[in-house]
């Protein structure tokens, strides 16, 4: 990947790392489940115990005295990896420094999913054993560090999952959830791409669903994500809106930098279909900064009842062409 410099844990330098793109770049890909290490001495992370309505994530939280055991049912954890995330997190990396000339910066968890999870708060994710969490706190330590590269300019985060869900359906989280999408209520301050929204010249639910949207070019390149303008609602089916990176890290609460959750369906985490994934969503993240971040998203539209007018600008970024 020729990054500029690799960034490693402060405690374990084998268990997460920075690689540190070009410093022009205002991308960074985060693969948070990834990984596969599983040193010994890290407990597996199970299920978390029901105390006093809610849940404590301890390996000693059970009491044989008190009748606290451990409840998978009210304080589950899931420590299954997302299969060929890292090979697809690389390979967007590869493809948007040969379609823009610059790395983007790309930070990764090298620890199997069930002795971290970095996605989590500090306790579900490390159930406090030291180790872990000294762990948790270098990785988000290594995202700040890369932000920090944008120098107070606006950029975006990309953190890339998996699914199997049976819908099939590949996803983009905004820290919006489904009850809000199925009822068409959108508050650009409640997701993690606000910053976004307070730069474009256009409403706000287009960086969601119409011509602007991320979604929006995926669907031109051959890959179709929910939510869209073909695929609006999630209605009674799961749908990931987004977990502890996005909403820590992108302008949900403050600040420039935007991110966003990506969720791969396992259809196209596999050996032969992992590179048309990562080649769609490459060319759809630079289409999407070129118009949004860079063009401030000037672009024809009606915002009444969902209905998209067609765009009054030629085709965006006529130069990305197959690659």
Known sequence: MNPVAIRYCSGNPTYCELREGHPESN????????GKLQPKFIPNRDAGCFIKNECVFSHTCENSQKGIKKNSTAC????????????????????????????????????HRNKLDVNRDLGAGTFHVPEAVQSWQDFQQLIDIAKSNFNGHMGLILDIHGN??????????????SYYLNRDIIYP???????????????????????????????????????????????????????????????QR?????????????EYRNSEQCSIFA?????????????????????????????YGKSNMSEILTYVKDF
């Open 27 to 34: 991308i960074i890909l985060i693969c948070p489940h990834g």
């Open 164 to 177: 199997s869900r049976e819908e099939g359906w590949n996803m983009f989280g905004y820290g919006l959830s």
């Open 189 to 251: 301050n409640s997701t993690t791409i606000d910053s976004l929204g307070k730069h474009v010249q256009v409403p706000f639910v287009e960086l969601l669903l119409g011509n602007n949207s991320l979604a929006h070019f995926m669907s031109q390149n051959g890959v179709e994500v929910m939510p869209s303008i073909n695929n609006k609602k999630p209605e009674d089916k799961p749908y990931f809106s987004g977990g502890y990176i996005i909403k820590r890290h992108g302008s």
């Open 76 to 111: 589950p954890i899931d420590n299954i990896n997302d299969i060929y995330t890292l090979d697809i997190t690389l390979d967007v990396a590869r493809r948007i420094k040969k379609l823009t000339g610059k790395m983007p910066h790309v930070v990764i968890n090298n620890l």
């Open 279 to 307: 080649k769609a969503l490459a060319k759809s993240i630079v289409q999407f900064m070129e118009l949004n971040y860079a063009n401030k998203g000037v672009i024809e539209t009606n915002q009444s009842n969902y209905t």
């Open 254 to 266: 403050k600040g420039l930098i935007d991110a966003i959750q990506v969720e791969i369906h396992e």
